[in-house]
Nanobody, 125 residues
Framework: VQLQASGGGLVQAGGSLRLSCAAS????????MAWFRQAPGKERSFVAA????????YYADSLKGRFTISRDRAKNTGYLQMNSLRPEDTAVYFC???????????????????WGQGTLVTVSS
């Protein structure tokens, strides 16, 4: 499975961006797709995940209400809609995917087998 993330850029605080993650190769209904982010000088952290088949969504508590993860199965693409962006949301955002992940492990980078290259989101104040 290959993942291609896109949609990052420069946005003012309070603005919105939508990131995309196009998947190619063999996937299955057991897959989860997730977004992680890594701010300068910080460790990579979980943002959100979606179960590919059923569309169940999971979020980092601090981001609920501002970020929305979704997927379009026909396009084999996942999305992260980010609203009310803040300067502290500035980071490189990575999409990831993997099969049959236990729900309690969705936050863990090691649960995901495939990673995209990252897309930079910069939020100016």
């Amino acid at each position: 499975v290959q993942l291609q993330a896109s949609g990052g850029g420069l946005v003012q605080a309070g603005g919105s961006l939508r990131l995309s993650c196009a998947a190619s190769g063999r996937t299955s209904n057991s897959y989860y797709m997730a977004w992680f982010r890594q701010a300068p000088g910080k460790e990579r952290s979980f943002v959100a995940a979606v179960k590919w088949s059923a569309g169940y969504t999971y979020y980092a508590d601090s981001l609920k209400g501002r970020f929305t993860i979704s997927r379009d199965r026909a396009k084999n693409t996942g999305y992260l809609q980010m609203n009310s962006l803040r300067p502290e949301d500035t980071a490189v955002y990575f999409c990831a995917a993997g099969p049959s992940i236990i729900q309690s492990n969705l936050w863990s980078q090691t649960a995901y087998s495939y990673w995209g290259q990252g897309t930079l989101v910069t939020v100016s104040s």
